[in-house]
């Protein structure tokens, strides 16, 4: 390659290359790429976690693990899983990326908090890995009492401060958010023409403010009563230890439904691009997400069932249960109704998009029948749980979140990436997926419990299974490791808007400059305007796509 | 002076003002959830043990917390007369304002620490140095970790709270809150309200039952 | 300015009342009375002192948003805690 002296425009990427720009940065796009890196680094630790229980689980009397590190691991697992991977991961990634741009803004509300964000994450992830090597925590991500202030052997404090450190870094994120797109929007970006991505951003936002407080108070609690000896949880003083349950699952189910509610904003974006069709059914669907974020609030005593809240209260959150289901069938409906008739292309990122719809549709179903009382007195605490968990977790929104990370590399990086080797991966993840996971519904139907380090002999034939899937599903997530770090050094440079899509952020160059436009833009245009009759598509700044 | 200037996100230094307010009122419906949450506890044990509870409550310093209530009403006022004082230019009074704030902030804190030392002399104090008085059962003891807990959290907010009164008050004397952009006071000024009105809710429940 | 030394001056009064009223005896009705009346004196404070009255609806739904999902915490949390049968203890 000869050295030729070409002058090009600089962008976010290329603007300055210190180290220091780098650390001290106010850029919501080197922020995303900041949080990308760390969240990548945490995947692979909870990766790891759960390879070594999968390699484990292969024979009935287990044998790699001793029982007790076994413990620690599905804990580490869990705790890494959910806070430093799930529920972070497409907001601070693609969400910091993109809102700016989506909503037509040079940047979010407040760019220092944005990066102090970061770093407080970065704190409680090496909080983290020092209780790891002190040897962890062995509770179950759920820290239930009395067992964790009063017998648990492990590094339960530190566990705690960590997680409510980590839920600092949350509530910064969302508050960002929440006042960037009530107060930033471009001129003409009406509530009514944002990106259903937005949407689902801000309805995650709501939640993560709204719960994160409740989980922080929670975790102070049991954070004193273990390092105090005494607390407000410890029945022989009158205590509830089922208060900490009400309390830690009123966090932790919203919690669940912010690590799905940006995946369901990210399919929509994906599936109107490669459809060629508008989303069907554009209020529905941001009514739909306010009313998950709602309602989500309302069924947490449905982890409960069996732990000796009262019959009555039982039916209430199984009947609430029951009822958040609704808007989330609304929305599989609505993704359904927007490929009938479309030109479907089968680009890598609406392979993702179309594996989450069906994923989750059955991870949803399966829901159902645990929030039914009688069934789940037989499902709770076995297998079946945690396949229905994963299915929506993994099979939504992991599957989303790459279906996102594809569709966006091209902008955010300024390369394409190799399509043969992305479509591969992403059936190859499909496929293992359900072979890692399908069995487990099998195991829980037929009473294998949950956090047990060994099993029933007979049982061993569906856990081969499931460890077999999980190998190919690893290999499915190293894949992208390899070519999307060789699309960096060798991929095409990208156009500004290489999959003729309607939303701003294409209307801006591949990768964009600091100040995200040159000028702000004028917004004429409902979003996903692709008319399936001509063809045509119009971008939201009234101009063609191009 | 120094010409101030909104940051590049913002078209105007009003927007961006209004964008800071709306930031701290996010902020605050996390904090009255977070605090919420903890007083939350005090209702479900109130409720299941209300005797316990009275006969703990009864122990407390009623003169401490009564005489800190006042003086936390009287602070969010010298705080929204400081406010005042900015919008109208007036440097001298928003330094004045700022520092009684400052005041009697420190003089509840003063208080709280007169107050802690007479719980612990009197045994009152879970974990550390706690006895369980004839007539008392023990979830009387839940009172008093709710006591220390929430009175405790309060005094860190409120230790926070006179840090950034103090801030302010570096930043009127230098100059770069003025009638022209005082977003930041407003913004703190938010904060030191909400701080009183978490007392104004705490206060009842741990120094009035009992009384009677 | 006025209107806030009336404000602080009504705040106090308010204090003092539901001071005095914890040396009645009102039963039942004492606590409730006092949670009335902290509840004022918070109103007094966002509506004057926190500036919220005139303002824009925004704030307002922030405002009280924290203050509605409490009573979701708390109502929904009741269901199980009026209706167990196992709870309270007696330690």
Not at chain 2, 180 to 200: K, R, T
Request: a neutral charge; aromatic letters at 16%; glycine letters at 8%.
């Amino acid at each position: 390659m000869t050295a030729v002296a070409i002058d090009l425009p600089a962008t976010y990427l290329t603007e300055r290359q210190t180290v220091g720009s780098w650390l001290l940065t106010r850029d919501h796009k080197r922020i995303a790429l900041l949080f990308f890196a760390s969240i990548t680094f945490f995947f692979f630790i909870g990766g790891f976690a759960a390879t070594l229980i999968r390699l484990h689980l292969v024979t009935p009397q287990g044998g790699l693990l001793q029982p007790d590190i076994y413990n620690r691991m599905f804990t580490i697992h869990g705790i890494v899983m959910v806070w430093f991977f799930l529920i972070p991961a497409i907001p601070t990634t693609l969400g910091n990326f993109l809102v700016p741009l989506m909503i037509g803004a040079h940047d979010l509300a407040f760019p220092r908090l944005n990066l102090a964000s970061w770093y407080v994450f970065n704190l409680s992830g090496v909080l983290l890995l020092y209780m790891l090597l002190m040897g962890g925590v062995d509770t179950g991500w759920t820290f239930y009492t009395p067992f964790s202030t009063a017998y648990a052997n492990g590094y339960v404090t530190a566990a705690a401060v960590t997680v409510f450190i980590n839920g600092f870094s949350t509530i910064m994120t969302a508050l960002n958010f929440v006042v960037t797109i009530h107060r930033l929007r471009a001129p003409g970006m009406y509530w009514s023409r944002l990106p259903l991505f937005i949407w689902a951003i801000y309805a995650t936002s709501l939640v993560m403010l709204l719960a994160t407080p409740v989980l922080a108070m929670t975790l102070l609690l049991i954070g004193l009563e273990r390092l105090m000896g005494v607390g407000i949880f410890d029945p022989a003083l009158g205590g509830d230890p089922l208060l900490f349950q009400h309390m830690f699952w009123f966090y932790s189910h919203p919690a669940v439904y912010i690590m799905i509610l940006p995946a369901m904003g990210l399919v929509s974006e994906i599936v109107a691009c490669f459809a060629r069709k508008p989303i069907f059914g554009y209020t529905g669907m941001t009514y739909a997400l306010l009313a998950i974020a709602v309602i989500s609030f309302l069924v947490w005593g449905h982890h409960m069932f069996t732990a000796g809240i009262s019959l009555f209260s039982g039916i209430v959150f199984s009947l609430m249960s029951f009822l958040v289901a609704v808007p989330s069938a609304i929305k599989v409906f609505n993704w359904t109704a927007t490929l009938h008739k479309g030109s479907i292309a089968f680009d890598a990122p609406m392979l993702y998009a179309l594996g989450f719809v069906g994923l989750f549709t059955m991870g949803g179903l399966t829901g159902l029948m645990v929030a039914t009382l009688a069934l789940d007195v037989h499902l709770t605490d076995t297998y079946f749980v945690i396949a229905h968990f994963h299915y929506i977790m993994v099979g939504g929104a992991v599957s989303a979140y790459f279906g996102g990370l594809h569709y966006w590399w091209p902008k955010i990086t300024g390369r394409l990436y190799p399509e043969i080797w992305a479509r591969a991966a992403a059936i190859l993840m499909f496929l293992g997926f359900n072979l890692t996971f399908f069995p487990q519904f099998i195991l829980g139907y037929l009473g294998m419990p949950r956090r047990y380090y060994a099993y029933a002999p007979e049982l061993q034939v569906w856990n081969v299974l499931s460890s077999a899937g999980a190998s190919i599903l690893a290999i499915a997530y190293l894949m992208p490791l390899v070519y999307l770090t060789w699309s960096l050094l060798r991929g095409r440079h990208a156009s500004p808007n290489p999959w003729l899509a309607t939303g701003l952020e294409w209307q801006t160059s591949s990768p964009p400059p600091k100040e995200n436009f040159a000028r702000t833009p004028n917004v004429t245009t409902e979003p996903y305007h692709y008319d399936p009759e001509t063809g045509a598509c119009i971008a939201q700044n009234g101009t063609a796509c191009a | 002076m120094t010409v101030l200037r909104p940051e590049t996100q913002y078209a105007t230094l009003a927007q961006q003002g209004e964008a800071a307010q709306l930031g701290m009122w996010a902020f605050l419906a996390t904090e009255v959830l977070f605090f919420g949450g903890l007083i939350f506890t005090y209702f479900i044990y109130r409720a299941a043990y209300p005797a316990d509870f009275a006969n703990a409550a009864r122990d407390t310093e009623l003169w401490c917390g009564s005489v800190n209530a006042a003086l936390l009403v009287t602070s969010s006022l010298s705080m929204v007369l400081a406010i005042e004082a900015a919008a109208m230019g007036r440097q001298r009074a928003v330094l004045f304002w700022l520092g009684i704030t400052a005041v009697l902030g420190i003089a509840f804190l003063a208080i709280k620490g007169y107050e802690y030392a007479a719980d612990y002399r009197h045994q009152l104090v879970p974990a550390l140095n706690f006895l369980l008085k004839p007539g008392y059962r023990p979830p009387g003891e839940l009172f008093w970790i709710f006591y220390f807990t929430a009175t405790g959290l309060h005094a860190i907010h409120l230790t926070i709270g006179v840090a950034l009164v103090l801030l302010m008050l570096v930043r009127a004397r230098i100059g770069t809150i003025g009638p022209l952009y005082y977003a930041p006071l407003e913004v703190v000024g938010l904060y030191w309200s909400f701080v009183d009105i978490v007392w104004l809710f705490l206060f009842p429940a741990l120094y009035l039952p009992g009384r009677g | 300015m006025l209107v806030y030394v009336i404000g602080w001056l009504v705040l106090l009064v308010l204090l003092g009342l539901e001071i005095g009223s914890a040396f009645l005896h009102l039963g039942a009705l004492g606590p409730a009375v006092q949670f009335c009346i902290a509840a004022t004196q918070a109103a007094i404070v966002f509506i004057l002192f926190m500036r919220l009255r005139g303002r824009a609806s925004l704030k307002w739904i922030f405002a009280g948003a924290g203050f509605f999902w409490l009573l979701l915490l708390y109502g929904l949390s009741a269901t199980d805690y009026a209706t167990r049968l196992g709870f309270p203890t007696q330690p």
